[in-house]
């Protein structure tokens, strides 16, 4: 279905986000069934988009919550995500942090060095708790994907390299207050090559097995997130392909009898809902270039900027002959651009546009910038 903005939403003040919670709605479902309750854990990935009403729907739809600080615990725990279905992950995570949410009881820390498991023992022991945790490793498996959204290369800062397992297995034994349950990696966003999932799969297996031979069973593995999604054409493919991503563990991953198998999603599930919607201030025409200038800019979606990327536009308001545009924002930055020489129907002042696949990492990751006003989330 090509993509349509609620005719009341027209007059609207822009820029805007618009989530079409319907799509949401059937996109958990396309997700769960592919996950087949029991077969996999799904945990959404906060990070990608932590508004209300969508965590709301997501709870309600059975995933639980994989939060990357102690706002996000603290965020997920408000839109009633039970605590034994949140687990938090991150390379820095802050004794504050820490102590709430052991306090809460969440379900797992996903931890990533000595130094970490040190502060998780004291700090729990100083609850009169026990941590339970997944060792975060580095699998050194090539996500191939953009080098930012890498994470599971050596040369990247997350979790614990190979090398270095056997030295934190063994730190285990002096920390009474941390409880080893589990392995957690996650080698990357924005994934297309489904492959690689099979690469870390062989990976998670050796270990297993290289952890059995010295006495550890464990009863659960976290293989992260990182589906990647189709920014080019999101009309072609709104709901990810769900089933295809679960497929590559099941074949490649050797599940031992009653382990549960987690996943982390964040940017397959909310990223086809979410369109920046913005308005054209100036067209301005050199003898090089056309510009269309938006109310809209990095400040509202950083991707293009940061990473380069793309998200598909449209005009919304003109049928004209098509033309190239370079499509920025207001922003005085020359990277405060969305899109160079894209075609679009001839475009005036006023015009709607809509930026698509905004859904994900988009308003998460805004800024007040030259002293923008944050842009409204607005539901359909
Ligand atoms: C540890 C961890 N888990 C899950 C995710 C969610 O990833 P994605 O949005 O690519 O599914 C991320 C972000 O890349 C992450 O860093
Ligand atoms: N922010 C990134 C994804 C990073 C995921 C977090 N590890 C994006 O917009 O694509």
């Given at each position: ?48 988009n932590s508004n ?161 031979g010295r006495g ?116 005085c930055e020359s ?46």
């Amino acid at each position: 279905m090509p993509f349509h903005l609620p005719a009341e939403l027209a007059q609207q003040p822009t820029p805007f986000y618009y989530y079409d919670l319907p799509l949401l709605d059937q996109t958990l479902a396309a997700l769960t069934a592919a996950a087949r309750p029991g077969n996999f854990q799904v945990h959404y990935a906060l990070k990608a988009n932590s508004n209300l009403p969508i965590l709301q729907r997501i709870r309600a739809a059975g995933l639980g919550a994989d939060c990357v600080s102690g706002g996000e615990v603290q965020r997920a725990l408000e839109a009633g995500f039970a605590p034994d279905h949140v687990v938090f992950a991150g390379v820095g995570k802050s004794d504050a942090e820490i102590n709430r949410a052991l306090a809460a009881d969440i379900f797992c820390f996903n931890a990533e060095s000595v130094p970490e498991l040190r502060v998780l023992n004291e700090l729990a022991a100083a609850q009169g708790r026990v941590a339970r945790v997944a060792l975060r490793i580095n699998p050194n498996v090539d996500a191939h994907t953009h080098a930012y959204i890498t994470t599971g290369l050596e040369a990247n800062k997350f979790g614990i390299s190979l090398q270095d397992l056997a030295g934190v297995i063994d730190s285990l034994d002096g920390l009474p207050h941390v409880e080893l349950i589990g392995l957690h990696a996650h080698i990357g966003s924005q994934i297309t090559n489904l492959t690689v999932f099979a690469a870390l799969s062989r990976k998670l297996n050796e270990l297993q097995t290289w952890l059995e031979g010295r006495g550890h069973q464990l009863p659960h593995l976290n293989v992260g997130g990182g589906l990647g999604i189709d920014y080019h054409t999101p009309d072609e493919q709104l709901i990810p392909d769900f089933a295809a991503y679960f497929g590559m563990f099941e074949q490649h991953l050797q599940r031992r009898p009653g382990q549960q198998v987690h996943v982390e999603l964040g940017r397959a599930v909310v990223a086809q809902c979410g369109t920046l919607v913005s308005r054209v201030l100036y067209v301005k025409e050199s003898q090089q270039v056309r510009f269309a200038i938006l109310d809209a800019g990095m400040t509202e979606l950083i991707r293009p900027a940061l990473y380069g990327s793309h998200h598909h536009i449209q005009n919304l308001s003109s049928q004209g002959p098509e033309l190239p545009y370079d499509v920025v924002g207001p922003i005085c930055e020359s990277s405060d651009t969305f899109a160079k020489g894209v075609l679009l129907p001839e475009t005036r002042r006023g015009d709607l546009v809509a930026i698509r696949s905004a859904g994900a990492y988009g308003e998460v990751m805004a800024s007040g910038y030259n002293l923008r006003e944050k842009a409204p989330a607005v539901y359909r």
